[in-house]
């Protein structure tokens, strides 16, 4: 912890020591609460194995929340056209494995990734001139481009059917995807989660990622520290759209079909507000946001099937009313005025 | 470097930033009118004028934020004019805003940590993390020190009072170790009783830094400026020092007769 | 039919659909360009007063016009309630907690309307007077579109005329323009702010009836135009009443031509064109440029 | 509208036979929400009113209803709630299935879940191929398209068609049934329009423009029913495309009972083909319909929906009954082909090599009752209609065996 030390002043004590410092010195570290919900996830293999295809899903929709968190919390791109992303990697692995060109799951979603990645790039370079409402129009209407485009290319993409049963090969040729039970699914997607968020949270607190919060705090203030601002936000724009493509593959692998809807605005839409919901910019906002949209709508749905909107939709303002950045913004509120007695500083 | 030399009052001084015949429309109004200026090493150079005569214009034409519709800018005798903004960063001129630009929701070490991390190059790096980057959160800590702004480190801008606000918005620019330093109204906005603590920040500025200073305050500019250029309607009305802009008759009449007694 | 009959009757097609994506959108142009909020329950208040407007007519035995009127005032009175109780709180959070806030109260007006009035679609029957074709000397055309371009063409008057001629109408452009000048200058923004989301939902509900005969009335309306009306909105530029109304006829016409000689393309062509238009002028078309 | 999740058909349960009671229990998959919402309603009290008609037959057996919300129609969550179903909720029989992609989506988990599943809905045509357990007792696009193309030509002496359709796969369906059928019959299809998506409603306007510029005899529609439905009957209207001798014809998906009023005098002379429809005359139907109008209100009306739950629900008794109550799945499958059945509809039978149902086609015209409420009277009627794209063997309709 030594510092080379400044010649101007004799330290007394090295700037390191100091508190703020000491913040920003210790933030990438792991936190002995950041296993639980890996441990929960885990604890719900074995505790409601019956569950376990609803939590494939939730396990998808947290892979995806989070690549938009790294877009819309972190570099403050707000877009609603993040389908176009998870459409792309769903409709790379589904093309390959019905027309039976390639079912090897693992490669299968590297591919989603790339071929996501590239739409992001490409798209990223055009539309990432704009801002506000403008950039959000343009994500929308690219989005429903690439959707039109699969729904024209029906011969190849099944239309709005999609492509069914899919024949996906079992991982590293021995674990099989059963229709049924969604056991050798959770936990593949469960790793898949878990190696795409360790990517997201060493970007996140790199140097790069810490540019990308200057962005969204203020723009014009990181053109003015000399940032290339357009290059960073097309290249986290970029890692934003591949981690969704694997989103959208491994959406289309547990699921074994893919069609329309993985290209739709709902699915654009559903995806910001679970991160909203969840506090974006915060990593583990993308966890609680989809646990607490998808779990609530799911056993909502189940007790009041033809009115289960009244609930979700009185969640979401009372969440937007009363707590500012989501359910993790409002833990935060309530932690600093009851529970954490702050540092002294 | 060919720099350009010349004489003022018998010191070789070298001209850092310079402008020719620098103008800026918009549609049919010439906010800026080809503007010939130099700004010297180390000069404590106070732009005044009133509203409107284009001062900020000028700042941007500047930074690069604007391009200009004639002219060039040229900086240690280098032809900038076509160059962004972040890359005249990197060749050594910084500014700070009328309007405080921070990153509000961030600690007030973190603000001044993204600008010192872009300097030195390290704001690309993808899968380092930031916080073992030690050099950069020590020198960003020595400098909240310099400015005395060590005991507010750990705050959030957005919590602090305007003054400190101000100083922050200064802090960023000097991250980045700039060779000119346009402050655009630095004190705006502050009230007078924090007033003194950016004077006193600008008057430990290193010493070998170009400054241009915007101000209304005169105060300000007749206690900080060495040399001051005034300007109305986009064009340079008036240049000399302090003493002799303020005895200049003309000036008082369209400037400091209006705005003196502040 | 000749050519010139052809080309008149895609441009009064065009300019009929313009029309009621114009009527619903203006609202909404306002608004946020006025309060800088992200309202996407725009279309729930159109969708409000079109079923207040329907029910009227189909349940009270209004006439059309007196229809119109109390859909206008209901949902106009219902905005000003959720304003004052609920928006206000939200008018300095980010735009994102307005996005939650707004999507949420899509889903209680869908579930509200699934469970008052029905999951089924309304069908709202049209005055005798507005049913069948015009004369209009050199060919027919169907009255009812010929009716909605007039009656989009007063309402873009007369809300001009609001704008440009009356002191509130000043004190609004003045707010787009710089809300804090506005409001140093005494102007009651947060009076304006009410009045202007009462009258853009009151609006809404106006283009919500007159619309449901292109674009029929169901809980699912909220959402799924709501594409359209943003789409309208940034084409127009935000906060700007002649643009937004620009903009609906402008892709009303191209698309209602594009689809009649190229009707293969589907849906594609608003998209297309909505990104070729902003990438040309990202601020809309009379849209003001950021500095 | 305030549906539990577990409604108990109980009522029967209480008369005397000695036989204890045996709960059979069936998993019903509808869009209770959202664009299907109605749908699922007419679905739902179809099965409902099937088991008050027949109370005395389904015993000793009594049947519960677990209800899921299949929502959007993505397919994702029918696939979600069909697996909690068969893996949590251990149903004996599914039903449901209103969007083709729900059925599609959930095709694998009904093959690996072995358990009889009864399409009351979902049209696209080759469903049935997919998983060993599907019978459907509803419809495929090509059962109307195609008799009311060899109509077309034959009763209603039409030389040229043009198609506009909805873009998605009924639609494509529709056309290509039309397509192939008139075109056999020495018609000729000279225009196919594409008339925008199944989610928003678009202005028809431009569509039938170009429809009307193209003079055909005839102008062949399908679009989903509802507000689709109403447009494009009203812009027809509108654009004076009557007068200009343009018939309008489409499968009685367009003329769906319960949108039918909601048309208004539009909709008077158009002509359709379907299955079904409210003012058939027949003992059944009668009954059928006077049951619904006591249950629902005098206003309510039953549909093609309501009766694909209906039969649906008599395949399950039927089942439930031929497999005592185990409801294995192949044997339940096995129970229903060549099952035959005296349906509201008409009579019916579950074709035994492709597991869909074979029914009457009704050629029927929209008209003004005394009453002044608009009717669907019968003109021509097509026997024993199986699925031609299976028949054909077209597409993927090419049966895997």
Known sequence: MNVAASPARPAVATPLDHPAARVLIGRHRLRWWETLPWLAAVGLYFAFPAYLGFGTELLVAILFALALDLALGYAGIITLGHAAFFGTGAYTVGLLAFWGIWTEPISSLVLAGVAAGVVGLLSGLVLLRTRGLTLLMLTICTMALLEQAANMAHDYTGGFDGLPSLPIAPVFGVFEFSPLYDNTQYVYALIVLLICFLLVRTLVYSPFGQSLTGIRENLLRMHAVGSPVRRRLVICYTISAALAGIAGGLWAQTNAYVNLSTFDLDRAATVLIVLILGGYGRLYGAFVGAVAYLALEHFLARIYPTAWQLGLGLLLVLIALFARNGILGLGEALWRRYGGKRAAS | MAALRRQTGGVVTETRLETQALSRDFGALRAVQKIDFKLDAGARHALIGPNGAGKTTFVNLLTGVLTPTQGRVLLGGRDITAKAQAERVKLGIARTFQINRLFRGLSVLENVCIAVAERVGAAASMFYPAGRRTDVIAESMHLLETLRLEDQARHRVSELPYGRQRLVELAIAIGLKPGVLLLDEPAAGVPSAESHIILDALERLPEHIAVLIIEHDMDVVFRFARRVTVMVSGAIFAEGTPKEIEANPEVRAVYLGQAGHG | ?291 | MSKRLVVAIAALAITASGAMAQEVKVGVVLPYTGIGAELAQQIDRGMEIYLKLHANEIKPYTFKFIKRDSKAPNGAEAKVAVQELLTQDKVDALAGFVYSPDAIASAPLIAAGKKLAVIMNAGTAFITNLAPEFVRTSFTMWQSGYTMGVAAAKDLHAKTAVVAYTDYPPGKDSLEAFKTAFEANGGKVIDTIPAGGPGAVPDFTPFFQRAKDEHPDVLYIFVPAGDHATAAAKTYAALGMRAAGIKLIGPGDITQDIKLQGMGAAAVGLITMHHYNADLNNPENKRFVAAWKKAYGADSTPDFMAVGGYDGMAAIAHAVKATKGKMDGAEAVKSLEGWKFNSPQGPIMIDPQTRDIVMNEYLDEVVLGPDKKLHQKVIGQTDHVKDECKELGIGRCAAKK
Do not use: C
Not at chain 3, 20 to 38: A, E, H, K, R, W
Not at chain 3, 43 to 64: E, P, Q, S, T
Not at chain 3, 235 to 247: C, I, K, Q, R, W
């Open chain 3, 1 to 291: 039919m000749d050519f010139a009959a052809d080309f008149a009757g895609i441009f009064l097609g065009g300019l009929a659909a313009g029309t009621v994506l114009f009527i619903v959108s203006v609202g909404l142009s306002v608004t946020m360009g006025l309060m800088g909020f992200v309202n996407l329950a725009h279309g729930a208040f159109a969708m409000f007063g079109g079923y207040v407007i329907v029910l009227a007519m189909n349940r009270a035995h209004f006439g059309f016009a007196a229809a119109l009127a109390v859909g206008f005032v209901a949902t106009a009175a219902l905005s000003v309630l959720l304003e004052r109780l609920l928006y206000r709180r939200l008018y300095r959070a980010g735009e994102l907690d307005q996005v939650l806030f707004t999507i949420g109260l899509i889903f209680i007006f869908i579930a509200g309307i699934t469970i008052v009035v029905g999951p089924e679609g309304q069908t709202l029957e049209l005055p005798p007077a507005l049913g069948g074709q015009l004369n209009l000397g050199f060919m027919q055309y169907r009255t009812y579109s010929i009716f909605l371009i007039v009656v989009g063409f007063l309402i873009v008057i007369g809300i001009w005329l609001v704008f440009e001629r009356t002191r509130i109408g000043a004190q609004i452009r003045a707010t787009v323009d710089n809300r804090r000048m506005a409001e140093s200058l005494g102007i009651n923004v947060d009076r304006l702010f009410t009045i202007t989301f009462a009258f853009g939902s009151g609006m809404a509900a106006i283009g919500g009836g007159l619309g449901a005969e292109f674009l029929g009335l169901d809980p699912q309306y909220a959402l799924k135009y709501l594409v359209y009306f943003l789409i309208a909105v940034s084409v127009g530029g935000l906060g700007s009443v002649v643009g937004v109304y620009y903009a609906s006829l402008l892709i009303g016409v191209l698309d209602f031509t594009l689809k009649l000689y190229l009707p293969k393309g589907g849906t594609i062509f608003i998209y297309a064109l909505t990104i070729l238009l902003l990438l040309w002028r990202p601020q809309g078309l009379l849209g003001r440029k950021e500095t």
